[in-house]
């Protein structure tokens, strides 16, 4: 062996892998079919012969002829699907090279495959049926041979009719077990045995700890909003003093029995506690209308209108209304005596004058201060 050979034998090896991955990527389209015979060129630089490069260029016009077929030609199972929808490329069977040993399941599977799904459909649809209403006799024969001609067998039919029955046992159990929640309801408005409550919980399968919190629900539910009515019953009555604070807090204690939370009852007490300060203050705490009747009476009650919260908008009129009214309501009282007396008697014209003059808007301004009438 020639120095040069020996020189030349591992870069070849190399260069060979190259003009493999040149190969593939000629296949893909990554290079051009002009770079690839470029890269074969150079290959005589790196040891190969001729005859080695030419057959190299042979393998990759055969890689190319059989990439662009495959671009196009489906594979066998493919055809057969494209049957389904395509019922002439039927024909295209032939084209393919087929053992003859399987020509003729081949044909089959192709002529029953575009079927197949259509009778799953049927026989899912027979079942259906069969779950709720009575098929005929005929009917029923007809789709079992149907199905059968397309490969559903005696013993798949035999496994739908023992689904069948038990999916009826479920049906029937769902009929007339009632859910936990329709329980709920159903004892809204009939009275139901702790036994046939628990019964129907574990026909479900409710899990014990679950069963537990549904037999509570189901027993306060129905009485919760009337016990709450009690109680805001009971709120009205304290504030109003017809039961006792120790009666309130026994009816709010009991509460817990009814479904009532630690929450919920706190919030209930100090509702109440609200609602007896209200009271209280409204026991003694006129309103304001009231307050400017008592002023009438009690003149330096007027102080206390400042302790009311009145919009700004509204305090120069109150104020005006409270100095106001004692004085209209004794004017008005003068006039009603004038005309009482003028039925009876002649009033001399001063004296009338000076009465009318009490009930005027220029007396009332001499009285109160212009500031407080503005």
């Not at 009666?247 to 919920?264: I, S």
């Not at 001399?348 to 500031?371: G, M, T, Y």
Request: hydrophobic share 45%; no cysteine; net charge neutral.
């Amino acid at each position: 062996m020639e120095l040069k050979d020996i020189q030349l034998k591992p870069i070849k090896s190399d260069y060979k892998a190259v003009i493999n991955v040149a190969l593939r990527a000629l296949r893909y389209g990554a290079i051009s079919k002009e770079e690839f015979e470029g890269i074969l060129t150079r290959a005589q630089a790196y040891g190969f012969t001729p005859v080695e490069v030419a057959l190299l260029q042979l393998r990759a016009e055969l890689e190319h002829a059989i990439d662009e077929v495959k671009l196009w030609r489906p594979s066998l199972l493919t055809l057969i699907g494209m049957v389904e929808y395509v019922p002439e490329a039927k024909e295209l069977l032939r084209v393919y090279k087929v053992d003859p040993r399987f020509t003729s399941i081949i044909e089959k599977y192709a002529r029953v495959r575009p079927l197949v799904d259509e009778a799953r459909v049927l026989i899912n649809s027979l079942y259906r049926a069969k779950r709720y209403v009575t098929i005929p006799t005929e009917l029923e024969k007809r789709v079992v041979e149907i199905v059968k001609t397309l490969g559903v067998t005696d013993e798949e039919l035999l496994l739908r009719d023992l689904a069948l029955e038990l999916q009826v046992l479920v049906d029937e159990a769902r009929v007339w077990v009632p859910s936990p929640s329709m329980i709920a309801t159903l004892s809204e408005y009939v009275v139901l045995p702790k036994e046939f409550v628990e019964g129907a919980l574990k026909a479900r399968r409710v899990p014990e700890e679950w069963a537990n919190i549904w037999l509570q629900y189901i027993s306060v539910k129905p009485v919760k909003p009337d016990y709450r009515a009690v109680l805001m019953t009971a709120l009205r009555a304290l504030r109003y003093g017809a039961i006792t604070r120790e009666y309130w807090d026994t009816l709010l204690k009991v509460a817990t029995n009814y479904g009532f939370t630690p929450t919920e009852m706190a919030l209930l007490q100090l509702r109440a506690e609200l609602e007896l300060l209200i009271e209280e203050t409204r026991l003694w705490r006129p309103s304001l209308l009231t307050l400017i009747g008592i002023i009438e009476y009690v003149p330096e009650a007027r102080e206390l209108l400042k302790v009311y919260r009145v919009d700004p908008v509204f305090a120069n009129v109150i104020e005006r209304y409270a100095r106001v009214k004692p004085l209209t309501d004794e004017a008005r009282v003068l006039v009603n005596a004038l005309y009482r007396a003028k039925r009876y008697t002649t009033i001399p014209a001063e004296l009338e004058k000076r009465v009318v003059a009490f009930n005027s808007i220029e007396w009332i301004r001499s009285v109160v201060p212009v500031s407080v009438l503005a």
